[in-house]
């Protein structure tokens, strides 16, 4: 079975400013996927960021960057400029190299963009 | 392109009454899945189908819960019997099942909101 952990609850950032979400997860698969999700307060999941195991070449979508690093099981998404608009909770989760299997999610992370 | 709609957006019931939730996914997306969130938690996996088949049930779906996508196009979820456990966030996601880097991807809609007083 996979887990996801994401140790950092809540976290706060200055508006313009970078910030760095922590995430790690185990696993004994070989092919997999990890996502980074925004859900802000009350609106519904969105899909951030996508990195496939296979790639060594670190996932960029915009201001949103992940550091992935495979052999530590470490998956972190960098947001650049924060914008008001971030905040939001951040959940990362984990796919398993076969498109029908379900996402293990870690407990997210609390981002609050300060002004 | 419409995203993944679900209804109710909000229900609140007594306990021991049924409830049934409805999810309609992208269209063009074959594979369907079910997940409850409670407060302050990540999403938990329940169920998934691809079209009409369900293919993977998680233990969380105890024998009160019932899921069915009939013509592979939307899906409901049942909660017979409903306890206060059961109040959480339920989310429905689709994904495609084609080939390519997208296949992988689900995306989700806005969720029910399940209070059991």
């Known amino acids: 079975a996979q887990t996801v952990t994401q140790s950092q609850p809540e976290m706060s950032v200055q508006e313009a400013e970078t910030v760095t979400l922590s995430c790690t997860y185990d696993?004994?698969?070989?092919?997999?996927?990890l996502f980074w999700y925004k859900q802000p307060p009350s609106r519904q999941m969105i899909l951030v960021i996508r990195?496939?195991?296979?790639?060594?070449q670190n996932a960029t979508e915009n201001r949103f960057s992940v550091n992935f690093q495979k052999a530590a099981k470490s998956f972190s998404l960098k947001i650049s400029d924060s914008q008001l608009g971030d905040t939001a909770m951040y959940f990362c989760?984990?796919?398993?190299?076969?498109?029908?299997?379900?996402?293990?999610f870690g407990g997210g992370t609390r981002l609050m963009v300060k002004p | 392109d419409t995203g993944v709609s679900q209804d109710p957006r909000h229900k609140i019931t007594k306990r021991g009454q049924n409830v049934t939730f409805r999810c309609d996914p992208i269209s063009e997306h074959n594979r369907l899945y079910w997940y409850r969130q409670t407060l302050g938690q990540g999403p938990e996996f329940l169920t998934y189908f691809q079209n009409e088949a369900q293919l993977e049930k998680s233990r969380l779906l105890s024998d009160r819960f019932s899921a069915e996508r009939p013509k592979g196009s939307f899906s409901t979820l049942e909660i017979q019997r409903t306890e206060q456990g059961d109040s959480a966030m339920y989310l429905c996601a689709s994904s495609p099942y084609q080939t390519g880097d997208k296949s992988y991807e689900q995306y989700f809609g806005p969720g029910t909101r399940l209070t059991v007083t």
């Open positions: 696993t004994s698969e070989n092919n997999y996927y």
């Open positions: 990195q496939e195991a296979y790639k060594q």
């Open positions: 989760a984990f796919l398993r190299g076969n498109a029908g299997n379900m996402l293990t």
